[in-house]
């Protein structure tokens, strides 16, 4: 197995209404409970960082008025109710599941401590987190590149609805290609809407390597951590 550790990055969108990604879709969830129960499964540790789009943007919110530093915590808070549902999904599914927290909700998950993590994902528990990293102005793009640093995971998989990174948006460009590769340079000089360039900064100083790929395609996480060439790699 090429891998013995990821960090799965999932949109807030991946588990809402298929249609206008917004809510929490009951099958939406289930389905990508039981793709990272297989995962599991083959005997690969998980830790998760989930968004929170499908709930509240806090940049977006902010908009409307609000403070961002205030727009950003209620997004964190979005972060949280995810994590939560994908919990119930994935120990419904029979794999032992622990909500970490990068602000305290102690009456619903754990706080965020690296080494208790680490306890977890060694004893096969998947481990969510969620809150992003308790900061306002950061995404939960730079929250997965941190964690997948501090947890020693040996890529990050960040999940999209493509099948990769194309050189123009693919759903409104019919002369958009994917790219096979890239480096993080790659991504940050031609401001490819990947991630944000500081969670791109951080795998680059980390060398993480970041897969990018269509999670919506049953089975493809699998097909991922077993070593399939899919998607797109962004590498040094």
């Given at each position: ?201 951080l795998c680059m100083e980390n060398n993480m390597p970041v897969v990018v790929f269509n999670f ?21």
């Amino acid at each position: 197995m090429p891998y013995s550790r990821v960090l799965l990055k999932l949109s807030g969108e991946a588990l809402g209404n298929p249609e206008t990604g917004h809510g929490i879709d009951p099958d939406s969830v289930n389905k990508i409970a039981k793709q990272i129960v297989h995962v599991a499964g083959l005997g690969v540790e998980v830790a998760i960082v989930c968004g929170g789009g499908n709930i509240l943007r806090g940049a977006e919110f902010s908009k409307m008025g609000s403070s961002r530093a205030s727009a950003d915590y209620m997004g964190m808070l979005g972060t949280v109710i995810n994590g939560l549902a994908l919990q119930e999904a994935i120990e419904a599914a029979g794999k032992p599941t622990r909500v970490m927290t990068a602000i305290e909700v102690r009456a619903t998950a754990e706080p965020f401590v690296r080494r208790r993590a680490l306890a977890h994902l060694e004893k096969g528990r998947v481990v969510i987190l969620a809150a992003g990293t308790g900061n306002p102005f950061f995404t939960t793009d730079t929250a997965a590149a941190l964690r997948a640093t501090e947890l020693g995971c040996e890529a990050l998989l960040k999940a999209t609805k493509v099948d990769g990174v194309y050189t123009a948006d693919p759903k409104t460009d019919p002369t958009a290609k994917r790219l096979d590769h890239l480096t993080y340079m790659d991504v940050l000089s031609r401001r490819l809407a990947v991630m944000d360039s500081t969670a791109i900064t951080l795998c680059m100083e980390n060398n993480m390597p970041v897969v990018v790929f269509n999670f919506f395609e049953e089975g493809n996480i699998g097909r991922v951590v077993k070593g399939e060439r899919l998607g797109t790699r962004i590498t040094a």
